[in-house]
């Protein structure tokens, strides 16, 4: 049993290395947004990238598979220098720090080992804000309490960070590493440590939260003579949640279908977001948004039969812009009504959201 810890590290690693080979689409049949809302400010916010600096802390431990004297805990305070290629999506770091470790076998050369710790990565970014790859720590001049065969100490392993952002619009990264001995003398070493990064600033391109808007829209468009388009929700950032007058506005609009009779043959109810966000994500958010006022429309006596739901993610957008205003005028849900006659289009368009 003496090569266990270094096979399974080993072994680890090298189906790291696979998955980071993985094509970009594999995003799509991973997503974990769901997970960590709590803890980011936004899906529909910026994503993190170019250069940032981080203060970094690291803490776990040492279990050796052999008879060096080296088991204990320890960990870390550096200074990182990260930056992400977005077109390539990877990650590489480079760190300077301290480092400490405090052994727990009393056959240990000394009872701790401190001193200087560099760190290279390379972390392949494998779904929405997540990265997994590789990484490489030297611990100068401890060679002797690590019972290393050189003057430094060095382990490689494998490293996982998730993106997030810490009290409110501070960058972070928060995940973990195992790693092996690289230069232990007769020893098989496994690290094991959970690893925290934070920016010293706010992040200054996070989005605020949008001021609710009055803004009137352009009257409805009726794109076929027999049909007409109009808006009839508008949601907030992040959410497929209606408000108390477009609840309303839902409602009335049921009513006056039911007064109608037979002139329509079916509604198209389409949910949109705007561009902020990761694609796959504003899709997820637009489909919430169709069903949230499908179920609305649904229990205010609409047929279920007549509904065509769908969400267009951002790649319809009623206004071309980036500021807030515009955003909030892309963050909707549309109906087309087709079947419609010329004589209800006067009562229809009244219900378009101002």
Do not use: C
């Amino acid at each position: 049993m003496k090569n266990v810890f270094r096979n399974a590290i080993y072994s680890f690693i090298a189906v790291a290395a696979m998955t980071t080979t993985v094509p970009a689409q594999a995003q799509t049949n991973n997503q974990l947004s769901e997970t960590a809302a709590a803890l980011r400010t936004s899906t529909e916010g910026a994503q993190d990238k170019g250069f940032s600096l981080y203060g970094g802390l690291g803490a776990g431990m040492i279990a050796p598979n052999s008879d060096a004297a080296i088991e204990g805990a320890g960990g870390s305070v550096k200074l990182v220098g990260s930056f992400l290629n977005q077109s390539m999506k990877w990650a590489f770091d480079l760190g300077l720090g301290v480092a400490t470790h405090k052994f727990s076998d009393g056959k240990a050369a000394a009872t701790s080992s401190n001193g200087g710790i560099g760190e290279l990565a390379a972390r392949y970014r494998f779904a929405p804000k997540w990265q997994l790859g590789m990484n490489w720590n030297t611990m100068f001049n401890q060679g002797t309490g690590y019972a290393a065969n050189q003057g430094d100490a060095q382990f490689l392993g494998v490293q996982v960070l998730r993106e997030m952002k810490f009290f409110g619009n501070y960058k972070g990264r928060l995940g973990g590493r195992v790693m092996t001995d690289a230069n232990v003398s007769s020893a098989n070493a496994l690290m094991a440590m959970l690893d925290l990064h934070m920016t010293f600033g706010k992040d200054a391109a996070a989005p605020s939260e949008p001021m609710v808007s009055e803004t009137r829209i352009a009257p409805a468009v009726v794109e076929q003579k027999s049909d007409v388009k109009l808006v009839i929700s508008r949601f907030e950032i992040n959410s497929d949640k209606m408000s108390a007058t477009d609840l309303q506005r839902v409602k009335k609009f049921a009513e006056t279908l039911s007064q109608m009779g037979n002139k329509i043959e079916k509604i198209e109810v389409s949910g949109h977001a705007d561009e902020t966000g990761p694609e796959a994500l504003n899709q997820k958010l637009s489909n919430r948004r169709a069903q949230a006022i499908a179920r609305a429309l649904e229990a205010a006596g609409v047929p279920r039969s007549k509904l065509l739901i769908s969400g267009a993610g951002s790649q319809n957008p009623a206004v071309v812009g980036k500021t807030k205003a515009d955003y909030s005028k892309n963050r909707r849900t549309e109906l087309k009504l087709i079947g419609t006659d010329t004589e209800s289009l006067k009562s229809i368009e009244q219900m378009q959201v101002r």
